[in-house]
């Protein structure tokens, strides 16, 4: 099993610049979770798919802030614009999911992005 | 929403001693509580989880207890080792999708 897997690790761009995130989730896993790392806040909940369908971006800071999920395989978290309050560390995770099941989820290696 | 609190924030013992982080959380329906631990510059890791279903469950040196009528639980590590040193981070999932709430987090420092 080839875990989560996140692209690209590191991340430095400057201000303004539009930034996207991959995320491979396990093959199999059915709900995809994207996370935000920092000192200041901790770990925070973005958006979660179910079946490749959104179910809460109540987590998305504000209309800078996109994610799709096109197939079962595949993520991407967008930015645009940038800013330097967005550097963190973005974690992927994914589980096999849905109503009633409590099952642990898998963490990426997550993406170290730098706003300039 | 769902809202856990951790305790304490830093930690620190001496090798062989035992250690104890404590989690409460605000949402009578949560049921299912994971625990990871997440190494500097690494990803969080699932160390143990347990269930509103059972109280305690254990796995080597690593037990979790869980008060459901005190909507609170713990991680006791026992015997602790230097490999230990880590941020652990406890976290409560509720009815539905199974939306996760991450405690704070404790940073675990463990003296050789």
């Known amino acids: 099993d080839a875990g989560v897997i996140q692209s690209p690790r590191h991340e430095v761009t400057e201000m303004g610049q539009e930034v996207t995130l991959r995320c491979k989730p396990i093959?199999?896993?059915?709900?995809l979770f994207w996370y935000r790392q920092t000192m200041m806040r901790g770990l925070e909940l973005l958006i979660y798919?179910?079946?490749?369908?959104?179910?809460?971006d109540s987590g998305m800071p504000e209309d800078r802030f996109s994610a799709k999920m096109p197939n079962a395989s595949f993520s991407t978290l967008k930015i645009q614009p940038s800013e330097p309050r967005d550097s963190a560390v973005y974690f992927c995770?994914?589980?096999?999911?849905?109503?009633?099941?409590?099952?642990?989820?898998?963490f990426g290696d997550g993406t170290r992005l730098s706003i300039l | 929403g769902e809202n856990v609190e951790q305790h304490p924030s830093t930690l620190s013992v001496q090798e062989g001693d035992s250690a104890v982080i404590k989690c409460t959380y605000s949402d009578s329906a949560s049921n299912y509580f994971p625990w990871y631990k997440q190494e500097l510059g690494k990803r969080p890791q699932l160390i143990i989880d347990i269930r509103s279903n059972v109280g305690e469950k254990k796995d080597q040196r690593i037990a979790v207890t869980l008060n459901k009528t005190a909507k609170h639980f713990s991680l006791h590590i026992t015997e602790t080792q230097p490999e230990d040193s880590a941020v652990y981070f406890c976290?409560?999932?509720?009815?539905?999708?199974?939306?996760?709430?991450f405690g704070t987090g404790t940073k675990l420092q463990v003296i050789p």
């Open positions: 798919f179910n079946n490749n369908v959104p179910i809460d």
């Open positions: 093959s199999g896993h059915n709900s």
């Open positions: 976290a409560a999932s509720a009815g539905g999708y199974q939306k996760v709430t």
């Open positions: 995770a994914s589980n096999l999911g849905g109503v009633g099941s409590n099952q642990p989820q898998h």
